[in-house]
């Protein structure tokens, strides 16, 4: 949440090409239009999060549960879709709970060095490709979004549980996030060509608009 709170900071200025060939600081199209950027406390962010998947996932069964995707359409640095994780984390971690020894064998479940059980790094990795997406019209949200839950997809985890992970799966650690976080303009469409023959060919409304 700190990185979302450090790229608010810089999130409504670009660096914009003058005639002169000179470089100048303005604020972004998209800033300007939400008259500013705003980012969701941690614990605000948490209780929404709650609240939505308490009712949105009561009384289905894990496998239910593993269909289920969420997504948030104006993602900025990722803060609803960090509470997402943080959710679906600890709710697999109960399910596993309730039966430990054998998602213990199966490697599912692992102890912490306090002796308490937490998730595996596969578990939390197929949470995060499985269920979690978002779109933002600032490409720089949609990367800050990829660099947070990425973080969160390691922490707590061991060097050791990484290797073991890349060594039996003979690929990366790091999921490729592109296909879960997008960037482009989540009210507007392609469709808006349809109305305007000539979008192609405004290069300030192609940039400004980012249809996808």
Do not use: H
């Amino acid at each position: 949440y700190m990185i979302g709170q450090i790229y608010e900071l810089f999130l409504e200025e670009q660096l914009c090409p003058e005639p002169d060939g000179t470089l100048r600081v303005r604020r972004k199209p998209e800033a300007v239009a939400s008259q500013g950027v705003v980012n969701t406390p941690k614990n605000m962010a948490d209780r929404i999060v709650r609240e939505t998947l308490d009712g949105l996932l009561g009384g289905k069964t894990p496998e239910q549960a593993r269909s289920v995707r969420i997504a948030d359409i104006s993602c900025g640095s990722g803060n609803f879709l960090l509470s997402a994780f943080e959710y679906l984390i600890n709710r697999r971690t109960e399910e596993l709970s309730a039966g430990p020894e054998e998602a213990l064998r199966e490697g599912r479940l692992l102890e912490d060095e306090e002796g308490g059980l937490r998730l595996s790094f596969a578990e939390r990795r197929g949470i995060l490709k499985r269920n979690l997406f978002g779109v933002d019209i600032d490409p720089l949200a949609a990367e800050v979004t990829k660099l947070s839950l990425l973080l969160k997809l390691i922490e707590g985890c061991t060097r050791r549980e990484l290797a073991d992970y890349a060594r039996e799966k003979r690929a990366g650690i790091l999921p490729d996030l592109d296909e879960n976080i997008q960037t482009g303009n989540d009210l507007v469409d392609t469709g808006y060509l349809k109305y305007d023959r000539t979008f192609l060919e405004k290069p300030e409304l192609y940039r400004k608009l980012r249809l996808y």
